[in-house]
């Protein structure tokens, strides 16, 4: 179990004023030997949408202003599971604390933006395009990802997927979006009537008869690359069933459905999943143990499947939220919306189970929120540089 004078002695920071930039890849920087090929590298994002409580679920057993400040919502010190002597897991994290303690697994505290916003839609949308607080974009920082990573000819539907009915902000790019399903045969039927339907009636209009031809060409390839990568995952999707159960849940089948497509050799460098729930304003104790224990046993499952692969030094899964909760527990037994929390990394290279940087500091806030000293944009950029591989 790890000690804070560990922590010191391992955290590799540069830090100024509240600027810090992550280090946490320092093993995977390009060197003299050469840079691994961008297809084997793999980013799956999971979002917790709703503003998840950073305080309850890593827990700070040790500091008695988190206890004065929450007498009703506090995780009592015996129930806590102990990552070193400062901080704990929820309870209903264990099979994370498992992944933590096999050296997998780094936690990355007081991960925010100045001036941040507590509606749930405008800080989403900050936290998807990576925009500042007052500016306003309408491209995702994954959907830029996708325009500048290769040439038009090289790009494919498939190169980024979100398991879901829509797709997300962040997967939105000026010429290229991500793809989202949630089964590949599903898909495959849809677009496929879809695609017989334009065809039949002639080409497909961009909007009437006075729509620029090239526009119309260009729907008309679009759709034509849609199909062919719904025919590809949908044949794809076939040549690897995973072992592994999964919990019969949204969240188990959409990492399932990742695990599948992963294992499969899939050519996709992004899968994006979401989980919702996470607002918390009312009785949060038994719901956000729910939520917790329903995203852990998930991503347990998932991380299993990937290991017992040898997939997982390949695959780097992030886990965020909008923002955290408010330091004080409100009158109604849960949290009110606030601003820094805590962000995840999972993967096979990580430098063993640690605690990146310091943990939050609940005597200096900012009228009564936590204060930010990792902008998350610096994490999107060390994700997209050194694992990646992008220009971030």
Not at 144 to 149: F, Q
Not at 283 to 296: D, E, S
Request: glycine share 8%.
């Amino acid at each position: 179990m790890g000690t804070r004078r560990d922590f010191l002695k391992n955290s590799a920071l540069v830090t100024a004023g509240t600027t810090l930039i992550p280090n946490f890849l320092k093993a995977f920087e390009r060197n003299r030997f050469g840079a691994a090929p961008v297809t084997n590298k793999i980013l799956v994002v999971v979002q917790l949408s709703g503003g998840n409580d950073g305080l309850n679920t890593v827990v700070p057993y040790r500091n008695d202003i988190y206890y004065r400040e929450r007498p009703g919502l506090a995780i009592p010190r015996a129930k806590v599971l102990p990552l070193n002597d400062e901080i704990g897991f929820n309870p209903a994290l264990a099979p994370l604390r498992e992944i933590f303690d096999e050296g997998l697994m780094t936690i990355l505290h007081n991960v925010g933006y100045p001036n941040p916003d507590r509606s749930h839609f405008r800080s989403m949308d900050i936290w998807h395009t990576g925009s500042d607080s007052g500016h306003y974009r309408n491209t995702g920082w994954l959907g830029r990802y996708l325009d500048a990573n290769c040439p038009v000819d090289c790009r494919k539907p498939h190169d980024a997927i979100e398991v879901d009915d829509t797709l997300s902000l962040a997967m939105k790019g000026e010429k290229t979006k991500g793809l989202a399903l949630l089964n590949p045969e599903k898909l495959r039927r849809q677009i496929r009537s879809g695609y017989l339907a334009q065809v039949s009636a002639g080409r497909p209009s961009a909007g009437g008869p006075s729509e620029a031809p090239e526009n119309v060409d260009y729907l008309y390839q679009t759709l034509a690359e849609t199909l062919s990568s719904a025919d590809y995952l949908y044949d794809q999707s076939k040549v690897y069933q995973t072992k592994t159960t999964y919990p019969a849940n949204e969240l188990g089948n959409r990492l399932r459905t990742v695990a599948e497509l992963i294992l499969s050799g899939v050519n996709t460098n992004v899968y994006y999943v979401s989980m919702a729930g996470f607002d918390t304003h009312v009785n949060q104790l038994p719901q956000q143990a729910h939520l917790l224990g329903v995203y852990a046993a998930a991503m347990g499952a998932f991380t299993r499947d990937l290991k017992e692969n040898r997939r997982l030094d390949d695959v780097m899964i992030m886990t965020f939220s909008e923002f955290g909760r408010r330091v004080k527990q409100n009158a109604s037994n849960g949290t009110d919306h606030g601003t820094a929390n805590n962000l995840f990394l999972i993967n096979g290279r990580l430098k063993g189970g640690r605690v990146f940087n310091e943990v939050p500091n609940l005597a200096d806030l900012d009228e009564g929120d936590l204060k930010y000293t990792v902008d998350f944009r610096r994490v999107y950029a060390t994700l997209l540089r050194r694992w990646l591989q992008a220009d971030d």
